[in-house]
C-alpha cells in the first residue's frame, strides 16, 4: 500500500519535501518547506477564488491541516491510499464549505486538479531544477495524469479502478523519464524512493 501512497500526487509533493529536507534531524526545515507551500497554494486559492482576508486565515489553517495528515499518510505503511484521499478530500470539501461561499465553492471544485497540478510541477520544478520548457511539460503530464486518476475512480469495479490507476502511473513516469536529463532522472529516482 505505500506504494500507492507514493504514486498520489499530492502525497509525493509532501513526501519529496521530506525526503530532501534530510529526515528527522532537519525537521524545523521540513516544517518550513510546508509552511512555505501551504503558504503559496493559500494565496493561489485565496486569488483565484476572490476571498475575504477572514476567508483566507481560514483556508491557510484547512491546507495546513491537509499537509499534516498527508505527511502523516505517507508515513503509514497501513494507508489504503485512495481511501485515505478520498475521506481527506471529503473533510477537506466540509471544511471549506464552511465558508466558501457556493460559488466559491463550485470554482474550487472545478479547478481543484489544475491547482493540485501547479503545485506538484512547482515544487518538481524546484527539486529537479527543471529550465522553463521542461516544466511547462512536467505541468501538463502531472495535469494528464491526475485527470486519468480522477477518471478511474469512475470505474464500475475496485479491480478496474486499480488497473486504470497503475497505467495512468506508469504513463506518468514514462513520460516524466522522457522530459528528464540525466542528472533530473537520478534525482526524480531518489524522490520515488
Known amino acids: 500500500m505505500k506504494t500507492m501512497i507514493r504514486n ?13 529536507s534530510g ?7 521540513n516544517d518550513s518547506k510546508m509552511k512555505e507551500f501551504v503558504d503559496a497554494r493559500t494565496m493561489r486559492m485565496a486569488t ?5 482576508p477572514d476567508q ?17 499518510m505517507e508515513s503509514s505503511s497501513k494507508t489504503d491510499s485512495m481511501t485515505a484521499l478520498d475521506k481527506l478530500e471529503t473533510e477537506r470539501r466540509a471544511a471549506l464549505s ?12 472545478k479547478t481543484q ?12 520544478a524546484r527539486a529537479l531544477k527543471l529550465n522553463a520548457g521542461q516544466t511547462k511539460k512536467v505541468d501538463k ?23 486504470k490507476v497503475r497505467e495512468a502511473n506508469e504513463k506518468w513516469d514514462t513520460d516524466l523519464q522522457k522530459a528528464l ?13
Open 8 to 20: 498520489c500526487p499530492a502525497v509525493m509533493v509532501l513526501a519529496a519535501v521530506a525526503l530532501l
Open 23 to 29: 529526515g528527522a534531524s532537519l525537521r524545523a526545515q
Open 48 to 52: 483565484a477564488l476572490n476571498l475575504k
Open 56 to 72: 483566507v486565515e481560514k483556508l491557510k489553517h484547512v491546507n495546513m491541516q491537509t499537509a499534516h495528515k498527508l505527511e502523516a
Open 98 to 109: 464552511q465558508f466558501l461561499t457556493p460559488d466559491q465553492m463550485k470554482k474550487y471544485i
Open 113 to 124: 486538479q489544475q491547482d493540485l497540478s501547479m503545485l506538484q510541477t512547482e515544487y518538481m
Open 141 to 163: 503530464i502531472n495535469l494528464t495524469r491526475l485527470q486519468q486518476l480522477a477518471a478511474a475512480k469512475k470505474a464500475p469495479t475496485k479491480m478496474e479502478t486499480s488497473r
Open 181 to 193: 536529463t540525466p542528472e533530473q532522472l537520478k534525482a526524480y529516482q531518489e524522490m520515488k524512493k
